[in-house]
């Protein structure tokens, strides 16, 4: 009988023992005998909450080791074998893994991360290209390698009666580049042209389906020549205010500033004078001008690309559920449940985060004409992974995994766009 008593208690137990006991729970005031190891009411762990800093340090370790573990776990499933973590999650082999939300939050926060991150380099890259910094000034630079908006020579030159009087308008449209719609960036393409080589004229005429005659040669140089060094281009996304003249850059910046904050009112006068129908839509559009006009700057690119990148987090955190509705519709004569749909959906996006994030952060030491390759690639791979899992989780033939997969992957790509558009589209409007 002594032995009975005496044996040695659970883990839980043993894990109290180096603390000192209390008589009343702090938590709730509930009374607490020297045997209770957690309060019978709330089962708050019984020990003294006046701990030594060595114990806040075991505690912590111990944590994140038990974490680790289960982290590893998870991670050696995904990366080896393709839907397991999922298959056993839903056998009920549970304590092995990390749960799928939590798991899901970890990923998705390192990915949103390197996501935004990602944005920066690229546009810091693509300011520096345009600033002239980069060492590689070759023909790609000046046409190719810029990420603006194509502006064609005629644009550059914006005079029509200048181009006719020469008999150069038809060419000076086939003849384009691409760059920044503001003054810097328009005044460093118009440098960048004025100092082309004969090889790189010679390219130019060949992009634009031009023989390399001498005489389309002469007239390409007379176009230069007519390119002023400062050009000025009417670019915006949105309304041109097409009734409103500016003298100067200054004056038409402070107009878009008042134009932000005017009253519906004001905004609706401003709307029908342009023959638009005032609406909430259109009301936004208009007080964004100023920002959708300059959206190639990079203070407000930079603002654009991170208010979408957060408007990306609400988009894919809804795709989940939605994905597990057409996994409960295609795989319905399985007899599952919502929720172990709503599982693997957790699990394959969790997944593809993880990827990309192992891709992005790559993306930082490899050369950058490889990225968009490698990103592709990527993709290719997701597709491959998603299309394994549906076969270890609903352990269906291959033939009908391989239909369902291609619907599915229809389906997704379809609501998918829809959202992005949507997020790119309130991006727009709200950065």
């Given at each position: 009988?002594?032995?009975?008593i005496?044996?040695?208690?659970?883990?839980?137990?043993?894990?109290?023992?180096?603390?000192?006991?209390?008589?009343?729970?702090?938590?709730?005031?509930?009374?607490?005998?020297?045997?209770d190891?957690?309060?019978?009411?709330?089962?708050?762990?019984?020990?003294?909450?006046?701990?030594?800093?060595?114990?806040?340090?075991?505690?912590?370790?111990?944590?994140?080791?038990?974490?680790?573990?289960?982290?590893?776990?998870?991670?050696?499933?995904?990366?080896?074998?393709?839907g397991?973590?999922?298959?056993?999650?839903?056998?009920?082999?549970?304590?092995?893994?990390?749960?799928?939300?939590?798991?899901?939050?970890?990923?998705?926060v390192?990915?949103?991360?390197?996501?935004?991150?990602?944005a920066?380099?690229?546009?810091?890259?693509?300011?520096?290209?345009?600033?002239?910094?980069?060492?590689?000034?070759?023909?790609?630079?000046?046409?190719d390698?810029?990420t603006?908006?194509?502006?064609?020579?005629?644009?550059?030159?914006?005079?029509?009666?200048?181009?006719?009087?020469?008999?150069?308008?038809?060419i000076?449209?086939?003849?384009?580049?691409?760059?920044?719609?503001?003054?810097?960036?328009?005044?460093?393409?118009?440098?960048?042209?004025?100092?082309?080589?004969?090889?790189?004229?010679?390219?130019?005429?060949?992009?634009?389906?031009?023989?390399?005659?001498?005489?389309?040669r002469?007239?390409?140089?007379?176009?230069?020549?007519?390119?002023p060094?400062?050009?000025?281009?009417?670019?915006?996304?949105?309304?041109?205010?097409?009734?409103?003249?500016?003298?100067t850059?200054?004056?038409?910046?402070?107009?878009?500033?008042?134009?932000?904050?005017?009253?519906?009112?004001?905004?609706?006068?401003?709307?029908?004078?342009?023959g638009?129908?005032?609406?909430?839509?259109?009301?936004?559009?208009?007080?964004?001008q100023?920002?959708?006009?300059?959206?190639?700057k990079?203070?407000?690119?930079?603002?654009?690309?991170?208010?979408?990148?957060?408007?990306?987090?609400?988009v894919?955190?809804?795709?989940?559920?939605?994905?597990?509705?057409?996994?409960?519709?295609?795989?319905?004569?399985?007899?599952?449940?919502?929720?172990?749909?709503?599982?693997?959906?957790?699990?394959?996006?969790?997944?593809?985060?993880?990827?990309?994030?192992?891709?992005?952060?790559?993306?930082?030491?490899?050369?950058?004409?490889v990225t968009?390759?490698?990103?592709?690639w990527?993709?290719?791979?997701?597709?491959?992974?998603?299309?394994?899992?549906?076969?270890?989780?609903?352990?269906?033939?291959?033939?009908?995994?391989?239909?369902?997969?291609?619907?599915?992957?229809?389906?997704?790509?379809?609501?998918?766009?829809?959202?992005?558009?949507g997020?790119?589209?309130?991006?727009?409007?709200t950065?």
């Amino acid at each position: 009988m002594w032995l009975l008593i005496h044996q040695p208690q659970p883990s839980n137990q043993a894990m109290s023992n180096h603390h000192n006991k209390l008589t009343v729970c702090p938590n709730c005031g509930t009374d607490l005998g020297p045997e209770d190891n957690f309060c019978p009411n709330c089962g708050q762990e019984n020990h003294e909450v006046k701990l030594p800093l060595g114990h806040i340090f075991y505690e912590f370790a111990e944590s994140i080791t038990h974490f680790d573990n289960k982290l590893w776990n998870s991670l050696k499933a995904i990366f080896t074998r393709p839907g397991k973590m999922t298959a056993e999650f839903l056998e009920g082999k549970r304590a092995r893994y990390v749960p799928p939300a939590r798991l899901y939050v970890f990923v998705s926060v390192i990915f949103f991360f390197l996501i935004g991150k990602f944005a920066d380099h690229q546009l810091e890259e693509r300011i520096r290209r345009m600033n002239g910094i980069s060492t590689d000034q070759t023909e790609a630079d000046t046409t190719d390698r810029d990420t603006g908006i194509k502006i064609d020579l005629e644009g550059l030159i914006n005079n029509d009666s200048l181009l006719d009087s020469h008999g150069l308008h038809k060419i000076a449209t086939r003849i384009d580049f691409n760059t920044l719609v503001d003054s810097v960036g328009l005044a460093r393409t118009s440098r960048r042209i004025k100092r082309l080589q004969p090889y790189q004229l010679d390219s130019l005429l060949t992009k634009a389906n031009l023989t390399l005659a001498d005489s389309n040669r002469a007239k390409l140089r007379e176009l230069i020549e007519l390119v002023p060094a400062n050009p000025k281009v009417s670019f915006s996304f949105g309304p041109t205010l097409s009734t409103k003249e500016f003298k100067t850059d200054a004056e038409r910046e402070e107009y878009e500033e008042k134009l932000s904050h005017m009253p519906d009112a004001q905004i609706d006068s401003l709307i029908r004078a342009e023959g638009d129908t005032p609406n909430w839509f259109m009301r936004k559009l208009y007080r964004r001008q100023g920002k959708l006009a300059h959206l190639g700057k990079g203070e407000n690119t930079e603002k654009f690309l991170h208010a979408s990148t957060k408007n990306l987090s609400v988009v894919m955190f809804v795709l989940m559920p939605f994905v597990a509705v057409l996994l409960l519709l295609i795989y319905f004569r399985r007899g599952r449940y919502y929720y172990e749909h709503l599982i693997f959906s957790v699990h394959i996006h969790t997944v593809l985060f993880l990827i990309f994030s192992v891709v992005l952060l790559s993306t930082y030491y490899v050369n950058p004409t490889v990225t968009t390759s490698i990103l592709g690639w990527t993709l290719w791979v997701c597709w491959l992974y998603f299309l394994l899992s549906l076969k270890r989780v609903y352990q269906q033939s291959w033939g009908k995994t391989i239909l369902k997969f291609l619907l599915l992957s229809v389906m997704y790509w379809f609501v998918a766009t829809i959202f992005l558009i949507g997020s790119f589209g309130v991006g727009l409007l709200t950065f």
